[in-house]
Protein backbone atom coordinates (compact mmCIF):
# COMPACT_ATOMS: atom_id res chain seq x y z
CA UNK A 1 0.00 0.00 0.00
CA UNK A 2 1.47 3.32 -1.10
CA UNK A 3 1.69 6.62 1.43
CA UNK A 4 -0.82 8.10 -0.15
CA UNK A 5 -3.07 5.57 0.32
CA UNK A 6 -2.61 4.53 3.92
CA UNK A 7 -3.32 7.78 4.61
CA UNK A 8 -5.75 8.94 2.78
CA UNK A 9 -4.10 11.90 1.01
CA UNK A 10 -6.17 11.19 -2.12
CA UNK A 11 -3.06 12.50 -4.40
CA UNK A 12 -0.39 10.53 -6.38
CA UNK A 13 2.68 11.22 -6.91
CA UNK A 14 2.65 13.76 -9.81
CA UNK A 15 0.79 15.96 -7.30
CA UNK A 16 3.37 14.75 -4.21
CA UNK A 17 6.78 16.75 -3.54
CA UNK A 18 7.59 13.13 -1.62
CA UNK A 19 8.50 9.39 -2.94
CA UNK A 20 5.06 7.98 -2.22
CA UNK A 21 6.39 4.95 -0.90
CA UNK A 22 5.07 1.55 -0.30
CA UNK A 23 4.24 1.48 3.39
CA UNK A 24 5.19 -2.66 3.65
CA UNK A 25 8.35 -2.88 1.05
CA UNK A 26 11.30 -0.84 -0.33
CA UNK A 27 11.56 0.66 -3.89
CA UNK A 28 14.26 1.17 -5.85
CA UNK A 29 15.43 4.33 -5.54
CA UNK A 30 18.37 5.59 -3.90
CA UNK A 31 19.76 9.07 -2.52
CA UNK A 32 22.18 10.91 -4.38
CA UNK A 33 24.30 12.81 -2.56
CA UNK A 34 25.46 14.80 -5.47
CA UNK A 35 22.07 16.20 -6.31
CA UNK A 36 22.76 18.42 -2.40
CA UNK A 37 25.76 20.44 -4.57
CA UNK A 38 23.85 21.43 -7.58
CA UNK A 39 20.90 23.16 -5.37
CA UNK A 40 21.55 26.87 -3.62
CA UNK A 41 18.68 25.97 -1.77
CA UNK A 42 17.90 26.36 1.78
CA UNK A 43 17.71 22.32 2.10
CA UNK A 44 20.27 21.33 -0.52
CA UNK A 45 22.91 23.53 1.63
CA UNK A 46 22.10 22.33 5.11
CA UNK A 47 22.47 19.08 3.63
CA UNK A 48 25.88 19.23 2.09
CA UNK A 49 27.20 20.86 4.87
CA UNK A 50 26.01 18.33 7.18
CA UNK A 51 27.55 15.48 4.84
CA UNK A 52 30.79 17.99 5.03
CA UNK A 53 30.59 18.69 8.39
CA UNK A 54 30.21 14.57 9.28
CA UNK A 55 33.06 13.35 7.18
CA UNK A 56 35.54 16.37 8.31
CA UNK A 57 35.07 14.96 12.22
CA UNK A 58 35.67 11.30 10.33
CA UNK A 59 38.95 13.02 9.10
CA UNK A 60 39.34 15.04 12.01
CA UNK A 61 39.85 11.11 13.69
CA UNK A 62 41.82 9.93 11.37
CA UNK A 63 44.32 12.91 11.33
CA UNK A 64 44.59 12.58 14.83
CA UNK A 65 45.16 8.61 15.54
CA UNK A 66 41.84 8.22 16.88
CA UNK A 67 40.34 4.82 15.83
CA UNK A 68 38.21 4.44 18.59
CA UNK A 69 36.16 8.05 17.54
CA UNK A 70 36.53 7.45 14.08
CA UNK A 71 34.79 4.01 14.36
CA UNK A 72 32.01 5.45 16.43
CA UNK A 73 31.01 8.03 14.34
CA UNK A 74 30.66 5.73 11.46
CA UNK A 75 29.21 2.97 13.09
CA UNK A 76 25.89 5.17 13.84
CA UNK A 77 24.94 5.03 10.57
CA UNK A 78 22.65 2.45 10.64
CA UNK A 79 19.96 0.79 8.46
CA UNK A 80 17.36 3.69 8.03
CA UNK A 81 14.45 1.74 6.89
CA UNK A 82 11.98 3.72 7.51
CA UNK A 83 12.64 5.53 4.28
CA UNK A 84 12.06 2.78 2.78
CA UNK A 85 13.80 2.93 -0.28
CA UNK A 86 16.39 0.29 -1.57
CA UNK A 87 15.98 -3.26 -2.78
CA UNK A 88 15.50 -5.41 0.29
CA UNK A 89 13.19 -8.42 0.11
CA UNK A 90 10.22 -8.68 1.87
CA UNK A 91 10.19 -5.60 5.19
CA UNK A 92 12.63 -2.85 4.45
CA UNK A 93 16.06 -3.69 5.64
CA UNK A 94 18.70 -1.01 5.05
CA UNK A 95 22.21 -1.56 3.97
CA UNK A 96 23.80 0.58 6.63
CA UNK A 97 27.24 0.44 8.19
CA UNK A 98 27.03 -1.22 11.83
CA UNK A 99 30.26 -1.52 14.16
CA UNK A 100 31.87 -4.46 11.63
CA UNK A 101 31.74 -2.49 8.50
CA UNK A 102 32.49 0.89 10.60
CA UNK A 103 35.64 -1.09 11.48
CA UNK A 104 36.29 -1.94 7.68
CA UNK A 105 35.21 1.41 5.94
CA UNK A 106 37.72 3.42 9.19
CA UNK A 107 40.56 1.13 7.40
CA UNK A 108 39.38 1.79 4.04
CA UNK A 109 39.27 5.33 4.42
CA UNK A 110 42.38 5.59 6.65
CA UNK A 111 44.40 3.74 4.36
CA UNK A 112 43.65 5.41 1.13
CA UNK A 113 45.62 7.74 -1.18
CA UNK A 114 42.66 9.83 -1.87
CA UNK A 115 42.11 11.32 1.63
CA UNK A 116 43.51 14.54 2.24
CA UNK A 117 43.95 15.12 -1.64
CA UNK A 118 41.37 17.38 -3.45
CA UNK A 119 39.75 14.77 -4.92
CA UNK A 120 37.31 13.65 -1.96
CA UNK A 121 35.44 16.94 -1.71
CA UNK A 122 31.70 15.77 -1.14
CA UNK A 123 29.80 12.29 -0.29
CA UNK A 124 29.53 11.32 -4.04
CA UNK A 125 33.21 11.07 -4.29
CA UNK A 126 33.85 8.96 -1.30
CA UNK A 127 31.86 5.85 -3.77
CA UNK A 128 33.83 6.53 -6.77
CA UNK A 129 37.32 6.10 -4.64
CA UNK A 130 36.85 4.11 -1.64
CA UNK A 131 36.53 0.84 -1.65
CA UNK A 132 33.70 -1.05 0.26
CA UNK A 133 31.27 2.34 -0.76
CA UNK A 134 28.44 1.75 -2.90
CA UNK A 135 25.50 3.80 -3.89
CA UNK A 136 23.34 1.56 -1.86
CA UNK A 137 25.83 2.43 1.39
CA UNK A 138 26.23 6.37 -0.04
CA UNK A 139 21.96 6.19 0.04
CA UNK A 140 21.67 5.05 3.21
CA UNK A 141 24.78 6.83 5.05
CA UNK A 142 23.24 10.09 3.21
CA UNK A 143 20.22 9.40 5.20
CA UNK A 144 21.50 9.24 8.71
CA UNK A 145 23.56 12.03 8.03
CA UNK A 146 20.81 14.05 7.11
CA UNK A 147 17.76 12.87 8.97
CA UNK A 148 17.26 15.92 11.16
CA UNK A 149 16.20 17.46 7.51
CA UNK A 150 14.45 14.67 6.52
CA UNK A 151 12.24 14.76 9.63
CA UNK A 152 11.41 18.37 9.42
CA UNK A 153 10.31 18.56 5.51
CA UNK A 154 8.23 14.75 6.86
CA UNK A 155 6.71 16.90 9.32
CA UNK A 156 5.73 19.84 6.76
CA UNK A 157 4.39 17.04 4.25
CA UNK A 158 2.65 15.73 6.79
CA UNK A 159 0.73 19.11 7.24
CA UNK A 160 0.30 19.91 4.05
CA UNK A 161 -1.36 16.77 3.29
CA UNK A 162 -3.42 16.25 5.96
CA UNK A 163 -1.75 13.45 7.78
CA UNK A 164 -2.03 12.59 11.42
CA UNK A 165 1.00 12.65 13.00
CA UNK A 166 2.11 9.96 16.16
CA UNK A 167 3.39 12.16 18.89
CA UNK A 168 7.05 11.78 20.46
CA UNK A 169 8.37 8.57 18.32
CA UNK A 170 11.95 7.96 18.75
CA UNK A 171 13.84 10.31 15.94
CA UNK A 172 16.61 7.54 15.31
CA UNK A 173 20.57 9.29 15.93
CA UNK A 174 20.92 12.78 14.04
CA UNK A 175 24.03 14.69 13.58
CA UNK A 176 24.19 17.48 15.99
CA UNK A 177 26.82 19.58 13.55
CA UNK A 178 27.24 22.14 16.72
CA UNK A 179 28.85 19.47 19.20
CA UNK A 180 29.41 17.25 16.24
CA UNK A 181 28.35 14.23 17.70
CA UNK A 182 25.11 12.04 17.58
CA UNK A 183 22.24 12.35 19.54
CA UNK A 184 19.05 11.20 20.05
CA UNK A 185 15.60 13.17 20.28
CA UNK A 186 11.40 12.43 19.94
CA UNK A 187 9.15 14.16 17.71
CA UNK A 188 6.16 13.85 16.29
CA UNK A 189 6.44 11.37 13.24
CA UNK A 190 3.86 9.51 10.80
CA UNK A 191 2.97 5.78 11.78
CA UNK A 192 2.01 3.18 9.81
CA UNK A 193 2.24 -1.39 11.00
CA UNK A 194 3.70 -0.34 14.02
CA UNK A 195 6.91 1.65 12.21
CA UNK A 196 7.51 5.40 12.04
CA UNK A 197 8.14 6.30 8.27
CA UNK A 198 10.55 9.26 6.83
CA UNK A 199 9.25 10.59 3.73
CA UNK A 200 11.99 11.80 0.71
CA UNK A 201 11.96 14.59 -1.52
CA UNK A 202 11.74 12.89 -4.80
CA UNK A 203 14.01 15.24 -6.58
CA UNK A 204 16.98 14.08 -4.50
CA UNK A 205 16.43 10.58 -5.30
CA UNK A 206 17.89 8.11 -8.58
CA UNK A 207 17.32 4.75 -9.90
CA UNK A 208 20.44 2.51 -8.64
CA UNK A 209 22.05 2.30 -12.21
CA UNK A 210 22.16 5.99 -12.63
CA UNK A 211 24.44 5.89 -9.51
CA UNK A 212 26.42 2.72 -9.85
CA UNK A 213 27.75 3.39 -13.33
CA UNK A 214 29.40 6.49 -12.33
CA UNK A 215 32.36 4.80 -11.63
CA UNK A 216 32.58 2.28 -15.03
CA UNK A 217 31.25 5.32 -16.75
CA UNK A 218 33.89 7.73 -15.77
CA UNK A 219 36.61 4.98 -16.16
CA UNK A 220 35.31 4.28 -20.10
CA UNK A 221 34.54 7.73 -21.05
CA UNK A 222 37.35 9.93 -19.52
CA UNK A 223 40.13 8.13 -17.99
CA UNK A 224 40.20 5.07 -20.80
CA UNK A 225 39.87 7.55 -23.82
CA UNK A 226 42.92 10.16 -21.94
CA UNK A 227 45.14 6.86 -21.94
CA UNK A 228 44.65 6.16 -25.40
CA UNK A 229 45.39 10.06 -26.56
CA UNK A 230 48.29 9.80 -24.31
CA UNK A 231 49.63 6.33 -25.62
CA UNK A 232 49.24 7.91 -29.19
CA UNK A 233 50.89 11.29 -28.62
CA UNK A 234 53.52 10.06 -26.91
CA UNK A 235 54.39 6.75 -29.34
CA UNK A 236 53.97 5.25 -25.81
CA UNK A 237 54.30 0.91 -25.71
CA UNK A 238 50.50 0.62 -26.32
CA UNK A 239 50.85 1.51 -29.66
CA UNK A 240 50.02 -1.41 -32.20
CA UNK A 241 50.55 -1.12 -36.29
CA UNK A 242 47.72 -1.95 -38.31
CA UNK A 243 47.11 -2.43 -41.87
CA UNK A 244 44.11 -0.14 -43.24
CA UNK A 245 44.98 -1.68 -47.23
CA UNK A 246 48.24 -0.33 -48.36
CA UNK A 247 48.05 1.87 -45.10
CA UNK A 248 49.51 1.53 -41.42
CA UNK A 249 47.44 3.30 -38.72
CA UNK A 250 48.59 3.35 -35.11
CA UNK A 251 46.25 2.46 -32.70
CA UNK A 252 45.50 1.33 -29.15
CA UNK A 253 43.18 -1.49 -28.48
CA UNK A 254 41.35 -0.79 -25.67
CA UNK A 255 41.39 -4.61 -24.03
CA UNK A 256 45.31 -3.29 -23.65
CA UNK A 257 44.52 -0.42 -21.59
CA UNK A 258 42.30 -2.44 -19.49
CA UNK A 259 44.84 -5.15 -18.83
CA UNK A 260 47.46 -2.69 -18.01
CA UNK A 261 45.44 -0.07 -16.20
CA UNK A 262 42.44 -2.10 -15.14
CA UNK A 263 39.57 -0.03 -13.82
CA UNK A 264 39.80 -0.22 -9.62
CA UNK A 265 39.19 2.41 -7.21
CA UNK A 266 43.21 2.25 -6.56
CA UNK A 267 43.99 2.87 -10.03
CA UNK A 268 41.60 5.76 -10.45
CA UNK A 269 42.86 7.14 -7.13
CA UNK A 270 46.32 7.30 -8.92
CA UNK A 271 45.36 8.50 -12.06
CA UNK A 272 43.22 11.51 -10.90
CA UNK A 273 45.62 12.32 -8.44
CA UNK A 274 48.17 13.33 -11.49
CA UNK A 275 44.95 14.30 -14.10
CA UNK A 276 42.47 15.99 -11.63
CA UNK A 277 41.21 18.17 -14.64
CA UNK A 278 39.93 15.17 -16.03
CA UNK A 279 37.68 14.14 -13.23
CA UNK A 280 36.40 17.80 -12.60
CA UNK A 281 35.48 17.46 -16.43
CA UNK A 282 33.78 14.51 -16.03
CA UNK A 283 31.73 16.09 -12.62
CA UNK A 284 30.71 19.03 -14.68
CA UNK A 285 29.51 17.02 -18.06
CA UNK A 286 28.27 13.81 -16.65
CA UNK A 287 27.28 14.19 -12.87
CA UNK A 288 23.94 16.17 -13.70
CA UNK A 289 21.16 17.12 -11.82
CA UNK A 290 18.18 15.43 -13.48
CA UNK A 291 15.25 14.48 -11.19
CA UNK A 292 13.59 10.90 -11.28
CA UNK A 293 10.55 11.02 -13.72
CA UNK A 294 6.67 10.34 -12.18
CA UNK A 295 6.50 8.31 -14.86
CA UNK A 296 8.96 6.20 -13.88
CA UNK A 297 8.12 5.64 -10.65
CA UNK A 298 4.59 4.16 -12.12
CA UNK A 299 6.75 2.29 -14.72
CA UNK A 300 8.64 0.59 -11.69
CA UNK A 301 5.26 -0.02 -9.88
CA UNK A 302 3.85 -1.57 -13.27
CA UNK A 303 1.58 1.16 -13.32
CA UNK A 304 0.16 3.33 -16.75
CA UNK A 305 0.90 6.88 -16.37
CA UNK A 306 0.22 9.48 -19.10
CA UNK A 307 0.64 13.26 -18.33
CA UNK A 308 -1.75 14.33 -20.72
CA UNK A 309 -4.66 11.94 -19.36
CA UNK A 310 -3.75 12.57 -15.98
CA UNK A 311 -3.36 16.73 -16.59
CA UNK A 312 -7.13 16.11 -18.10
CA UNK A 313 -8.42 14.29 -14.57
CA UNK A 314 -6.81 17.55 -12.30
CA UNK A 315 -8.81 20.24 -14.79
CA UNK A 316 -12.06 18.16 -14.15
CA UNK A 317 -11.02 18.23 -10.94
CA UNK A 318 -11.13 22.17 -10.73
CA UNK A 319 -14.08 22.49 -11.94
CA UNK A 320 -15.97 20.18 -9.14
CA UNK A 321 -14.37 22.42 -6.31
CA UNK A 322 -17.40 25.10 -5.91
CA UNK A 323 -16.24 28.67 -5.46
CA UNK A 324 -16.99 29.97 -1.61
CA UNK A 325 -15.38 29.63 1.86
CA UNK A 326 -17.29 26.41 2.80
CA UNK A 327 -15.04 24.93 0.22
CA UNK A 328 -11.86 26.82 0.66
CA UNK A 329 -9.78 24.24 2.05
CA UNK A 330 -10.47 21.69 -0.79
CA UNK A 331 -9.58 24.90 -3.40
CA UNK A 332 -6.37 25.51 -1.24
CA UNK A 333 -5.12 21.60 -1.22
CA UNK A 334 -6.03 20.94 -5.01
CA UNK A 335 -4.08 23.96 -5.83
CA UNK A 336 -1.05 22.64 -4.03
CA UNK A 337 -0.96 19.55 -6.30
CA UNK A 338 -2.00 21.19 -9.39
CA UNK A 339 1.57 23.39 -8.88
CA UNK A 340 3.18 20.67 -8.16
CA UNK A 341 2.25 18.74 -11.21
CA UNK A 342 2.55 22.08 -13.11
CA UNK A 343 6.28 23.44 -12.23
CA UNK A 344 8.07 20.35 -10.76
CA UNK A 345 10.75 20.13 -10.01
CA UNK A 346 11.62 24.53 -10.60
CA UNK A 347 9.64 24.81 -7.55
CA UNK A 348 9.60 22.25 -4.93
CA UNK A 349 8.95 21.57 -0.97
CA UNK A 350 5.37 23.35 -0.76
CA UNK A 351 4.52 23.93 2.66
CA UNK A 352 1.19 25.18 3.90
CA UNK A 353 0.71 28.31 6.07
CA UNK A 354 4.61 29.01 6.54
CA UNK A 355 4.98 31.37 9.36
CA UNK A 356 6.44 34.60 9.05
CA UNK A 357 7.52 37.51 11.22
CA UNK A 358 7.65 36.03 14.54
CA UNK A 359 4.49 33.92 13.20
CA UNK A 360 2.82 37.36 13.56
CA UNK A 361 1.43 36.06 9.64
CA UNK A 362 0.79 33.10 7.74
CA UNK A 363 1.31 32.24 4.04
CA UNK A 364 -1.16 30.16 2.30
CA UNK A 365 1.87 28.16 0.70
CA UNK A 366 5.29 28.51 -0.20
CA UNK A 367 7.61 26.90 -2.42
CA UNK A 368 11.22 26.40 -2.61
CA UNK A 369 12.68 27.62 -6.06
CA UNK A 370 15.19 25.11 -6.95
CA UNK A 371 14.59 25.80 -10.71
CA UNK A 372 18.39 25.01 -12.68
CA UNK A 373 16.97 26.94 -15.90
CA UNK A 374 14.37 29.11 -17.28
CA UNK A 375 11.81 31.67 -15.74
CA UNK A 376 11.74 30.46 -12.51
CA UNK A 377 15.66 30.65 -12.34
CA UNK A 378 15.73 34.04 -13.91
CA UNK A 379 13.57 35.07 -11.06
CA UNK A 380 16.20 34.10 -8.46
CA UNK A 381 19.26 35.63 -10.13
CA UNK A 382 17.31 38.86 -10.34
CA UNK A 383 19.57 41.07 -7.95
CA UNK A 384 16.08 42.68 -7.71
CA UNK A 385 13.93 39.63 -7.25
CA UNK A 386 15.91 37.01 -5.61
CA UNK A 387 12.95 34.70 -5.89
CA UNK A 388 14.49 32.02 -3.29
CA UNK A 389 10.76 30.86 -2.32
CA UNK A 390 7.50 31.87 -4.26
CA UNK A 391 4.92 32.89 -1.82
CA UNK A 392 1.18 32.03 -3.22
CA UNK A 393 -2.38 32.93 -1.58
CA UNK A 394 -5.09 31.38 -2.58
CA UNK A 395 -8.27 32.79 -2.86
CA UNK A 396 -11.80 30.69 -3.32
CA UNK A 397 -13.95 33.60 -3.84
CA UNK A 398 -16.75 34.36 -6.39
CA UNK A 399 -15.88 38.06 -7.11
CA UNK A 400 -12.61 39.00 -8.76
CA UNK A 401 -10.04 39.51 -5.85
CA UNK A 402 -9.66 43.24 -4.29
CA UNK A 403 -6.65 45.55 -3.40
CA UNK A 404 -6.71 43.86 0.30
CA UNK A 405 -5.99 40.26 -1.41
CA UNK A 406 -3.09 41.98 -3.35
CA UNK A 407 -1.33 43.98 -0.56
CA UNK A 408 -1.62 41.06 2.01
CA UNK A 409 0.08 38.63 -0.67
CA UNK A 410 2.85 42.01 -1.23
CA UNK A 411 2.95 42.24 2.68
CA UNK A 412 4.76 39.20 2.54
CA UNK A 413 7.62 39.65 0.64
CA UNK A 414 11.03 40.63 1.79
CA UNK A 415 14.54 40.39 0.73
CA UNK A 416 15.48 37.23 2.26
CA UNK A 417 11.88 35.38 1.26
CA UNK A 418 12.39 37.63 -2.43
CA UNK A 419 9.69 39.17 -3.89
CA UNK A 420 7.53 37.47 -5.97
CA UNK A 421 4.28 35.82 -5.26
CA UNK A 422 0.78 33.74 -7.29
CA UNK A 423 -2.34 35.43 -6.41
CA UNK A 424 -4.59 32.47 -7.20
CA UNK A 425 -8.32 33.13 -7.75
CA UNK A 426 -11.41 31.30 -9.22
CA UNK A 427 -12.23 33.97 -12.02
CA UNK A 428 -11.59 37.25 -13.34
CA UNK A 429 -14.44 39.35 -14.14
CA UNK A 430 -12.57 42.67 -14.96
CA UNK A 431 -8.71 41.15 -16.05
CA UNK A 432 -7.90 44.71 -16.38
CA UNK A 433 -8.88 46.02 -13.22
CA UNK A 434 -6.84 43.04 -11.45
CA UNK A 435 -4.04 44.41 -14.05
CA UNK A 436 -3.62 47.00 -13.00
CA UNK A 437 -3.52 45.97 -9.12
CA UNK A 438 -0.60 43.49 -9.87
CA UNK A 439 1.18 46.65 -11.83
CA UNK A 440 0.43 49.54 -8.96
CA UNK A 441 2.39 47.00 -6.67
CA UNK A 442 5.11 46.42 -9.01
CA UNK A 443 5.45 50.53 -9.68
CA UNK A 444 5.14 51.09 -6.06
CA UNK A 445 8.57 48.81 -5.89
CA UNK A 446 6.51 46.66 -3.52
CA UNK A 447 7.62 43.32 -5.39
CA UNK A 448 5.37 41.20 -7.96
CA UNK A 449 2.19 39.91 -7.94
CA UNK A 450 1.26 37.49 -11.15
CA UNK A 451 -2.91 36.80 -10.88
CA UNK A 452 -3.94 33.39 -11.89
CA UNK A 453 -7.29 32.07 -12.11
CA UNK A 454 -8.82 28.75 -13.05
CA UNK A 455 -8.89 29.58 -16.73
CA UNK A 456 -5.09 29.99 -16.64
CA UNK A 457 -4.81 27.01 -14.78
CA UNK A 458 -6.82 24.96 -17.43
CA UNK A 459 -5.04 26.52 -20.03
CA UNK A 460 -1.28 25.78 -18.32
CA UNK A 461 -3.05 21.57 -17.82
CA UNK A 462 -3.94 21.95 -21.45
CA UNK A 463 -0.75 22.55 -22.80
CA UNK A 464 0.33 19.13 -21.01
CA UNK A 465 -2.49 17.30 -22.09
CA UNK A 466 -1.80 19.11 -25.63
CA UNK A 467 1.89 17.24 -25.04
CA UNK A 468 3.22 20.60 -24.82
CA UNK A 469 4.45 20.89 -21.66
CA UNK A 470 7.20 22.89 -22.45
CA UNK A 471 5.03 25.37 -22.60
CA UNK A 472 3.56 25.75 -18.97
CA UNK A 473 5.73 28.57 -17.62
CA UNK A 474 4.98 30.96 -20.54
CA UNK A 475 1.77 31.91 -19.31
CA UNK A 476 3.33 33.03 -16.07
CA UNK A 477 6.35 34.84 -17.56
CA UNK A 478 3.70 36.79 -20.16
CA UNK A 479 2.06 38.17 -17.17
CA UNK A 480 5.20 39.01 -15.53
CA UNK A 481 6.29 40.96 -18.21
CA UNK A 482 2.90 42.84 -18.35
CA UNK A 483 4.02 44.25 -14.82
CA UNK A 484 7.12 46.01 -16.63
CA UNK A 485 5.26 47.84 -19.48
Not at 56 to 77: S, T
Not at 131 to 149: A, F, H, Q, V, Y
Not at 157 to 162: H, P, T, Y
Request: one cysteine or more; aromatic letters at 10%; hydrophobic letters at 35%.
Amino acid sequence: MLFSQAFNIGKSQPELDFVDIDVDLDFPLYFDPSTFLDGDDEFSKDCADDIYDFFDAVMEAIRQGDRHRGVELLAALREPNDTHLGVSKGKPAGRGLGPGQAAKVYRSLAGSKAIGTSLITDLSDYAMFIDGIGPDKISDITTNIIRERLLTYTIEQCDLNGVQLHPSLPSGLVWDRKNRKWKQKYVDRPYYDDAPILLVPKRYVKWQGAVSKRTRSYYKSFVRNFIKEEQLRTNGPLVSVIKRGKREEKVVLLGDIEKKYPGTKKFLVEFSSKHPNEYEKFKKTVIKHNPVADAAIFEERDEEFFDPEFAEGLIGALKAVPAGKRHASDYHRLIVGILQFLFYPALTAPRIETPINERRKLIDITYVNAADVGFFRRLRDDSDIKARWVMVECKNYFDDPKNPEFDQLAMRFSNLRGQFGLLLHRSSKDRQAILARCKDIAQAGKGFVVAVDDDDIIYMLGEIAAHRRSNVSRLIETRFSELLS
